[in-house]
């Protein structure tokens, strides 16, 4: 069955093979589990121990940045250790850094706290080592359809120059990718010396301290359903956890990092995809204000229109029947006596994050006047955010990857036929379909697939992705980038050439080549990734990426001027301009729900 309208939102991946971590971190001694709170969380038969934690919707601290010891508990400094505001932590060397894994952020949103805002994870005693990731939030990955994760998954990692900063050092925030229902902060095991998104080369090679972290997932992270939106008055919202779980990891950067050599007056926020919209969500957000001061927007089409709350809790209401749960005496209490695992199988996310046929469901942010109080695309444009300066920028081929996703790595590359049809599903209206079709007409391009990937690679993540920059660059200065680069490693072996695909300018920001067997960058690549950690540490220094003989990097203006990042980097003007002044006349942006979607 066509499912409608796939609000293109989902097709945010970042994607990447990420690693199951581990369940537990090793805590010498064992940490004490028991708050001075009154409600009890129960966790469920896939989650860690039981949790006692108060329910209250905000993340306070019990300490401040300020007040937090940089020394062992004995008083005898150690680099390796460090104080937190719950208790000591443990670390290790590596790459010329000292890195932290799997550091709680917020207690196990387990049993009762499952669907709620986060809430303080306890403190704990002794000094509890971070030597590994913790437990990735549940999931399903794709391709493989590998199920994995734990919900006891809220920690954040920090990777700081070694030995530590004499000042405090810039801090740069990652948040991962992948369609708001994959991924973690390191996208890796934690222990593999190449690839992912482990911020260690960053600190040793710039000085800057990097941060990543989990937050919920698919059904666990973005549900919303009227009786959570009813559950507690101070907090008119459902549907919206996960990215609450990033907000209060940036609380948690604000009380911590000071501890870890980091500024956290100078933090800079950055994220690719579903990250990149993630980052103008905290951007427009009044929840986020004043935790960080410069936003990084990677391949973040953050101004397609977000769907509404009662669209969202629509969705979630056909969950709970699915769920066996629209009859209960009580909804909620139902819903959370679920396994983990009858919540992932229970109306998920597309396989594919765009193409996928079937009953699934759309699981991402919703505009519900609290965390969101208008539309991003209107909050940018009236000046109604968070002023920082900004960096953004696209993937000149960002549709290739999920073309491939759906039809060639299966085997059935896309014909001729099938290709209307293709359109006809992304943009539900005939007449869009011609013109899109006459736009990108198949004899421009060697395969169907290719023509179909230009379509729905500009309209739907480059073009909103790029306009950004339009829009904020009236009240902050604002760099546009392109990435060009066209033999960036992917993770698997793909049977067609992908070009600059969806996600490829991570690993030269982070030099980390990637792959399940990373091949290392050639010499002409690691000149490009050292040049782009550059330009990336040096607008999270000074909010200005120039500097240290590279290439100038203009400001954006009505010409739209914008770096190239390929071998050599270039400067240009008027990036995609064609592509999104056709994009730009056409009516074809709505919200993702609501969509059909039959109760079986």
């Not at 306890?122 to 399903?140: E, F, L």
């Not at 829009?471 to 680069?485: D, N």
């Amino acid at each position: 069955m066509r499912v409608g309208y796939i609000g293109i939102l989902a097709a945010l991946i970042g994607f990447a093979l990420v690693g199951c971590g581990d369940d537990e971190n090793n805590v010498t001694p064992t940490p004490t589990r028991t708050a001075s709170a009154t409600n009890t969380a129960t966790a469920s038969a896939t989650s860690s121990p039981t949790q006692t934690a108060s329910a209250t919707p905000t993340v306070t601290a019990s300490a401040t940045a300020s007040s937090l010891p940089t020394q062992t508990p004995t008083g005898t400094p150690d680099a390796l250790i460090v104080m937190t505001d719950k208790g000591p932590v443990r670390g290790f060397r590596r790459d010329g850094a000292r890195s932290f894994l799997g550091i709680p952020y917020a207690a196990p949103p387990v049993g009762d706290l499952r669907w709620r805002p986060p809430v303080p994870h306890a403190a704990w005693t002794g000094v509890r080592a971070v030597n590994k990731g913790g437990a990735v939030c549940p999931q399903t990955l794709p391709i493989v359809n590998l199920s994995t994760g734990n919900e006891d998954c809220l920690f954040v990692n920090v990777h700081t120059p070694d030995p530590p900063p004499s000042i405090p050092a810039p801090v740069m925030v990652w948040v991962h990718g992948g369609g708001f229902t994959v991924g973690d902060g390191l996208q890796t095991s934690g222990l593999a010396n190449t690839g992912g998104t482990d911020g260690g080369i960053i600190a040793r090679n710039t000085g800057v301290v990097v941060v990543s972290f989990n937050y919920r997932l698919g059904q666990f992270g973005f549900l919303a359903h009227s009786s959570l939106t009813k559950e507690d008055l101070s907090h008119p919202s459902s549907g919206n956890y996960g990215i609450e779980d990033q907000i209060a990891a940036l609380h948690w950067v604000q009380t911590n990092i000071a501890a870890f050599g980091g500024d956290p007056k100078n933090v800079t926020i950055f994220g690719e995809s579903a990250g990149g919209m993630s980052v103008c969500a905290h951007l427009v957000s009044p929840l986020s204000q004043g935790l960080f001061q410069r936003a990084i927007i990677e391949s973040g089409p953050c101004l397609h229109p977000l769907s509404t709350l009662v669209a969202a809790e629509a969705q979630g209401a056909v969950f709970a029947s699915l769920l066996g749960c629209d009859g209960a005496a009580d909804v909620l209490a139902c819903m959370r006596a679920k396994s983990a695992q009858d919540i992932k199988s229970t109306l998920p996310p597309a396989a594919d994050f765009v193409f996928s046929e079937g009953q699934t469901g759309y699981w991402a942010p919703n505009l519900d006047q609290y965390i969101y109080e208008r539309q991003i695309k209107d909050a940018f444009a009236q000046g109604a955010f968070n002023q920082a300066p900004v960096m953004v920028g696209s993937n000149k081929d960002e549709g290739t990857l999920f073309v491939a996703m759906t039809q060639d790595l299966s085997g059935t590359p896309l014909t001729a036929d099938e290709y209307p049809d293709r359109l006809k599903y992304l943009l539900g209206s005939d007449s869009l379909v011609t013109a899109v079709a006459e736009h990108y007409p198949l004899a421009n391009y060697a395969t169907p697939g290719a023509a179909l990937a230009a379509a729905f690679g500009d309209g739907f993540l480059a073009c909103p992705t790029i306009d950004i920059g339009a829009l904020v660059s009236a009240y902050v200065p604002t760099y546009l980038y392109q990435f060009e680069y066209p033999h960036a490693h992917f993770t698997l072996a793909m049977p067609v050439d992908m070009g600059a695909f969806h996600s490829a300018e991570v690993q030269f920001v982070f030099q980390r080549p990637a792959g399940l067997t990373p091949v290392p960058f050639t010499t002409a690549e690691r000149d490009l990734s050292s040049q782009m950690m550059g330009y990336w540490t040096r607008f999270a220094t000074t909010a200005d990426p120039n500097g240290d003989g590279a290439l100038a990097w203009p400001r954006y203006d009505d010409a739209r001027p914008h770096l190239v990042f390929d071998t050599p980097i270039t400067e240009s003007s008027d990036a995609k301009g064609e592509a999104c002044g056709f994009w730009s006349g056409l009516d074809y942006e709505r919200p993702p729900l609501p969509r059909v979607v039959a109760v079986r």
